[in-house]
């Protein structure tokens, strides 16, 4: 596996897997006349591939040049119907394309540990950026977008990787590095990039495990590695438990957060997920 067949494979067929429970509520949701923008925006902001995929949408040169960085202006400017056909399209062919998918990458839990960075970094944000929080709800939904990319067109070799990795008791991203030398932030911020995502999105996808090295986004970059880091301190570990997470004592500073808005930050994502899982019927 290399990032240019990657990049090649990614622009012949750019549909990302989605969780099935997820697609039936948006599809009951676009039947329901009384149903608004907002109670679909509800829905869609909870699952990484939809949102990749309405954010790419919204962005083409169709609908103008304009950077559209929130799920929910993205739905407004696209309409109803139009997010029912994409969310259609993305399922149709996750079903149609009939290849089997890494046995140890288990989706659900990646998209547990999605949309508690999500929750986390939109807190974060309100605390440290409130005009960019629903931006950085997106980016913390997509941080570990790659993963989607790898589970797409190289099951086995992300099979191995997870596997490798738990068996070892290491981070996932550095076991990607041993076995491709590449990681996933790298396949996600190619993905990133080729969709012209917004540069802060762009940028936590790129730097979620390394913040410090962003230059142009630091501040909300770090705010993504912070809920990053905590989602796996209270068990979203997205497929690989085990790994070293604390946060660096530098982020925390960087960052000006006292250790108990850590801990409250925590219980909501927690409880975010208690609720997404009954609201989907999953369990």
Partial sequence: MDLRSLEIKVSRSENLPVLPQIVSQVLKLADDQDASPKDMERIVERDPAITAKIL???????????????????????????????VVGVAYQQVIAGRALASHFNKLEFWRHSLGVATGARILAKLKLPMRSEELYVAGMMHDVGLLVMDRFHPLELDKTVKFAIEEGMCLHDAEQLMFGFDHSHVGAMLADKWALAPVIADAVRYHHDPMSDDENQQSTLIIAVANLLAHQCGLTNNVPGQPNEVPEAWVEQLGLPAEQLEIIKNVMAQEIVKAEQAFGIG
Avoid: D, E, K, P
């Fill in 56 to 86: 790419r949408v919204a962005n083409s040169s169709y609908y103008g040049l304009q950077q559209v960085s929130s799920t929910g202006r993205a739905i407004s400017m696209l309409g109803m119907n139009a997010v029912r056909s994409l």
